[in-house]
């Protein structure tokens, strides 16, 4: 097996993360190394990777931040951004518990962008960690997410389904968020059948 999807991760992992995001985006919109690593210090459920363990480097990582209902609000107003979320602010999953959930970062090493195996584990990592949380009975009002790429829109639009809101105060990139609390839900059920549709597009 050449490729690993991860739920635990060492801080060098961190490093690997941070420059496939700088492939595709501007230095204002990664969160830094160290940023990264106290996020994970604080909360062991936000970072999913995949490692090629031929090299022992990840080259796929997707990165789901919890939110409480006035992050949300701030985050869909403009007045909040993921880099803003540091170890004061970063909330911590407790059980039982409804929470906001900001899909911040999807990326994958461009020297691997045409391996389809590595989004497809990606996407059963996003399945596998929602459902894990879903049963401690910690459940999502809505989701959001910021579109700062072509490819990360047609992600967006495509595979979670968000509806386009508004363009950030710049103009240069899009939000998303579910129109309704019961759309999580809802696009949650159907997300086996999209990983399903992928592999079989991609004979995975």
């Known amino acids: 097996m050449k490729y690993r999807l991860e739920y635990k991760h060492k801080d060098k992992d961190f490093e690997d ?4 995001e700088k492939e595709y985006l501007n230095d204002e919109s990664i969160a830094s190394i160290e940023q990264t690593i106290k996020w994970e210090e604080l909360n062991h459920d936000i970072h999913i990777f ?46 039982n518990n409804n929470y906001y959930l900001l899909f911040s970062t999807i990326a994958i090493d461009k020297n691997y962008r045409s391996d389809r ?53 710049t103009g240069e990139y899009k939000l998303y968020q579910f129109d309704y609390v019961n759309e999580f839900d809802n696009w949650f059920n159907k997300f086996p059948n999209y990983i399903n549709n ?5 004979n995975l």
């Open 17 to 20: 993360v941070y420059y496939i």
């Open 50 to 95: 995949v490692r090629n363990l031929d090299i022992d480097k990840i080259v796929g990582e997707i990165t789901l931040l919890p939110l409480s209902e006035k992050q949300f609000t701030d985050f869909m107003n403009n007045n909040l951004e993921d880099t803003d979320i540091n170890e004061n602010t970063l909330i911590n999953y407790e059980d």
């Open 117 to 169: 195996t590595i989004l497809s584990l990606l996407l059963k990592g996003l399945y596998e960690k929602i459902k894990h949380l879903q049963s401690r009975n910690i459940f999502f009002l809505n989701m959001c997410a910021e579109g700062q790429t072509s490819d990360g829109q047609k992600f967006i639009e495509s595979f979670l389904n968000l509806k386009f809101k508004r363009c950030t105060n």
């Open 198 to 202: 992928y592999n079989k597009k991609f």
